[in-house]
């Protein structure tokens, strides 16, 4: 089964299934593809944490937590809510899923190339699909924020306009960025001449982020914590995600 917030990234999961893949690697097809179609939540600039069980039910967890920057001298006052320097952290969603094609290779038998897996994502930041209400309504939502996000909503345009429900997006520059981590493998995002482009954006948009956060940044791989519950067991990622509070609430 494979569920997701938006139809044509669950399809693409699906897809994946049906041509023979495995689990992760419809997960990994799913994520890529959310990140195209449900740009007002998930995007390849977020942490990302999974859970992944083989077929004896052995259980690993994948703990996508972005590198703090390692330079915040300039910093006197609070943290900015938003803007360029609000962002103190680097991005681990793409070194997650590397991690999980890993393991999906090296132990479940994975029969999907990496390139295979974003190539329904890349179609779909080039050639568009439509803008669901909820993305409209999110940007929207957040028209008051243009001062500090003013290429987010350049890039979400359509036609130099705010986007109508069922407008066409395309987003060629993601489309662009995604090849470039199909051709060169996900540590580009963080080692390769991708990591440089994104290295030489914080510097001009006055992040503290730097090209060694990037280099710094790396997925932990971890046994997951599990408690009793009803004849059966419930599994979470460690510290410091929410997992152990969650596992202690239904203990309790």
């Not at 967890?61 to 910093?75: C, E, F, K, L, V």
């Not at 094609?101 to 897996?117: D, P, R, T, V, Y």
Request: proline content about 4%; aromatic content about 6%.
């Amino acid at each position: 089964m494979v569920t997701s917030p938006h139809a044509l990234a669950t399809q693409r999961g699906i897809n994946v299934l049906a041509a023979g893949g495995n689990a992760v690697e419809a997960a990994i097809t799913t994520v890529t593809c959310l990140s195209v179609t449900y740009p007002h939540f998930c995007g390849l600039g977020g942490d990302a944490f999974l859970l992944i069980s083989d077929a004896s039910g052995k259980v690993q967890t994948i703990s996508g937590i972005g590198q703090a920057a390692m330079n915040t001298s300039g910093y006197r006052d609070a943290i900015p809510v938003r803007g360029p320097r609000s962002a103190l952290t680097s991005a681990a969603t793409v070194d997650a899923l590397g991690t999980a094609f890993e393991i999906s290779q090296s132990q479940l038998a994975g029969k999907k190339s990496w390139g295979e897996l974003l190539a329904p994502a890349i179609e779909l930041a080039r050639h568009g699909f439509p803008v669901t209400e909820s993305q409209r309504f999110w940007l929207n939502f957040r028209l008051g924020e243009r001062a500090y996000l003013a290429d987010v909503y350049r890039v979400y345009q359509v036609n130099g306009h705010m986007p109508h429900q069922g407008d066409v997006l395309t987003q060629e520059s993601l489309a662009n960025t995604l090849e470039m981590l199909a051709e060169r493998g996900h540590r580009d995002f963080y080692e390769g001449k991708l990591a440089e482009r994104i290295a030489h954006g914080f510097a001009a948009a006055g992040s503290p982020l730097t090209l060694s956060d990037l280099g710094g940044t790396r997925s932990r791989l971890e046994p997951a914590l599990r408690v009793a519950y009803r004849g059966g067991h419930l599994l979470a990622h460690q510290p410091p995600t929410q997992g152990v509070t969650t596992l202690e609430i239904m203990g309790i």
